[in-house]
């Protein structure tokens, strides 16, 4: 899948300028590209008919910020040595990460229209052996964490400056492997590691806090030695903030509220949403609410 040259470039120039800027500044702009990012995803599901749409929705704004607006990245050399490191553990919603990687120009975004068609790179789950861009296989839910603490070990052991962005669910911390990962990171001290963290505070099927409760959320991360910052995961000046570099020599841990279904009034806060597919006139209710 060969990088789209005229948008790769685009994306490197506003990238850059972001963030350069004032995060309310950057903020404006990073609302724009939100938009048109959830009207791909809406797209591309509505053509599959199949996919994670609550959750793509919730988690569009952080990968947004991230990488416009935290990340050195350039979509043209997808394994560039220097780059930033981003990994989505929350795999099922590949959509989002998709449709994020084809608005930076990683590839063209005529291919978000093979979004789960047979054969296609673009499967329910990022693929790095397919997709450029995508840092590891996810969707087993609980690998991300772990996958992220080693890259900042190999950045560490290797003397390199770049940064790892993982982003979670919140559901997906009922699973072991991150808690291990997050004492592991603590530990080594790895302050170029952080961990973005998608509380809708939905999971498939329930409540995370019916299924199995999180809270006191930030302390747990606390008691584990993370730097945390607990923010409106829909405001971007505000997750801008959070991502910045770590202010206490340690990993950090970025609780973003969001909501699931975010900016399609039928969808959010629904835990339906998790795997359902709109019907078409749903889906045009929900591009004509997206607009604005």
């Given at each position: 899948m060969p990088a789209d040259p005229e948008r790769s470039q685009r994306y490197g120039e506003l990238s850059a300028r972001l963030r350069a800027s004032d995060a309310d500044v950057a903020a404006v702009e990073l609302r724009r590209i939100s938009r048109e990012v959830r009207r791909s995803i809406v797209r591309m599901i509505d053509r599959a008919r199949m996919g994670h749409i609550g959750g793509d929705l919730s988690v569009t704004d952080i990968l947004v910020t991230c990488f416009w607006g935290a990340l050195s990245l350039d979509p043209q050399r997808p394994t560039w040595r220097e780059r930033d490191r981003f990994i989505l553990s929350k795999g099922h919603c590949?959509?989002?990460?998709?449709?994020?990687?084809?608005h930076c120009g990683f590839f063209r975004q005529e291919e978000l229209e093979t979004f789960m068609a047979p054969m296609s790179?673009?499967?329910?789950?990022?693929?790095?052996?397919?997709?450029p861009g995508v840092e590891t296989n996810t969707g087993a839910l609980g690998h991300g964490l772990p996958v992220a603490t080693g890259c900042a070990i190999a950045a560490r052991l290797t003397g390199a400056t770049w940064r790892t962005?993982?982003?979670?669910?919140?559901?997906e911390m009922q699973e072991g492997s991150n808690w291990e990962a997050?004492?592991?990171?603590?530990?080594?001290?790895?302050?170029?590691?952080?961990?973005?963290?998608?509380?809708?505070?939905l999971q498939q099927g329930a409540r995370t806090e019916d299924t199995k409760r999180l809270e006191p959320f930030a302390d747990k991360w606390r008691s584990f030695g993370w730097e945390v910052r607990d923010v409106d995961g829909h405001d971007h000046a505000a997750l801008l903030r959070a991502l910045g570099p770590s202010s206490?020599?340690?990993?950090?841990?970025?609780?973003?509220?969001?909501?699931?279904?975010?900016?399609?009034?039928f969808m959010e806060d629904?835990?339906?949403w998790h795997h359902k597919v709109p019907t078409h006139d749903q889906v045009d209710q929900a591009l004509a609410e997206l607009v604005g």
């Open positions: 590949a959509a989002a990460l998709y449709s994020t990687l084809a790179a673009l499967n329910g789950h990022p693929n790095k052996l397919k997709v962005v993982v982003v979670l669910g919140d559901g997050a004492m592991t990171a603590s530990h080594h001290g790895l302050s170029s590691l952080t961990a973005v963290i998608d509380r809708n505070r206490a020599g340690q990993p950090v841990a970025v609780i973003a509220n969001t909501i699931k279904g975010k900016g399609v009034s629904r835990v339906e």
